[in-house]
T-cell receptor
Framework: DTGVSQNPRHKITKRGQNVTFRCDPI?????LYWYRQTLGQGPEFLTY????????KSRLLSDRFSAERPKGSFSTLEIQRTEQGDSAMYLC????????????FGPGTRLTVL | KQEVTQIPAALSVPEGENLVLNCSFT??????LQWFRQDPGKGLTSLLL?????REQTSGRLNASLDKSSGRSTLYIAASQPGDSATYLC???????????FGSGTRLSIRP
């Protein structure tokens, strides 16, 4: 257990539905990252926050995706109008600062879109 | 754009062997590099972080080296055990970026 928690651990939804995932980072960590991982691949960066500010978003993050970190603590990732191609593991990580610091990952949320 | 390659993609060895996992990256302007372990269906566990000014880092039976100028890192596992079976991921953190880029990993299986 790294201290980063994610909920739910698994989500099965029908195409077209909206889903929301939550990430609770290690409490003193000011950086929070979201990644997406498909089978057999390494995680791909989606977005990151410095405290409550969203500083970068990947081109992978289409308009259907939105992430928030309202009080600089937990974060949510919402996917609207889900598509089968959204099926993946969504991983959250946090770190104390940026470049020089280890990123600690949560267990992930596995999304299956039927 | 940083690209990370890990070779081999999969490796199966008998218990007790020493082994080396390789990682190469195209942009040598990195700030640090992390090695992670991932068990099936689980999140990632950080094993080692090497700063760009370092040549190697050790933790128990693991030793990671970094040759920034040639864009290569290796993870050495001594006296492998069945519990070492997992996917190992290499992830450099670029100097001009704010995120780490992952390779596809090496899937390691240690046979008892």
């Amino acid at each position: 257990d790294t201290g980063v928690s994610q909920n739910p651990r698994h989500k099965i939804t029908k195409r077209g539905q909206n889903v929301t995932f939550r990430c609770d980072p290690i409490s003193e960590h000011n950086r929070l990252y979201w990644y997406r991982q498909t089978l057999g691949q390494g995680p791909e960066f989606l977005t990151y926050f410095q405290n409550e500010a969203q500083l970068e978003k990947s081109r992978l993050l289409s308009d259907r995706f939105s992430a928030e970190r309202p009080k600089g603590s937990f974060s949510t990732l919402e996917i609207q109008r889900t598509e089968q191609g959204d099926s993946a593991m969504y991983l959250c990580a946090s770190s104390l600062g940026d470049r020089g610091h280890t990123q600690y990952f949560g267990p992930g949320t596995r999304l299956t879109v039927l | 754009k940083q690209e990370v390659t890990q070779i081999p993609a999969a490796l199966s060895v008998p218990e007790g062997e020493n082994l080396v996992l390789n990682c190469s990256f195209t942009d040598s302007a990195i700030y640090n590099l992390q090695w992670f372990r991932q068990d099936p269906g689980k999140g990632l566990t950080s094993l080692l972080l090497i700063q760009s000014s370092q040549r190697e880092q050790t933790s128990g039976r693991l030793n990671a080296s970094l040759d920034k100028s040639s864009g290569r890192s290796t993870l050495y596992i001594a006296a492998s055990q069945p519990g070492d079976s997992a996917t190992y991921l290499c992830a450099p953190f670029g100097s001009s970026a704010s995120k780490i880029i992952f390779g596809s990993g090496t899937r390691l299986s240690i046979r008892p």
